[in-house]
């Protein structure tokens, strides 16, 4: 019932930009927390973004370079980065949380960096 789809991952050049989506399922309310994660090979999986309502907050390793926003019309989540370096190569994973819910994945998007 409950999905997140994210969408727009691919290769990239080093010092390139990509934008990814997820698409939910339902409505996403201003108190839900979406999120975008990551894990490249052998590692755990990291915080990238959040945005709570208009707040947003994010991982001091892609601060000033990635973007998290939503368009609540579309039910829809976006990363936007900039200026892409291969250590930021990764599955990149959407999430979503609600007061008394569980939180839900999406089934993450490659992202490639290349130098």
């Known amino acids: 019932q409950v999905q997140l789809v994210e969408s727009g991952g691919r290769l990239v050049q080093a010092g390139g930009s990509l934008r990814l989506s997820c698409a939910a399922s339902?409505?996403?309310?201003?108190?839900?927390?979406m999120g975008w994660y990551r894990q490249a090979p052998g590692k755990q999986r990291d915080l990238v973004a959040t945005i709570i309502g208009g707040m947003t907050n994010y991982a001091d390793s892609v601060k000033g370079r990635f973007t998290i926003s939503k368009d609540t019309a579309k039910n829809t989540v976006y990363l936007q980065m900039n200026s892409l370096k291969p250590e930021d190569t990764a599955v990149y994973f959407c999430n979503w949380r609600r007061s008394g819910w569980h939180e839900y994945w999406g089934q993450g998007t490659q992202v490639t960096v290349s130098s």
């Open positions: 339902g409505s996403i309310f201003s108190t839900d927390v």
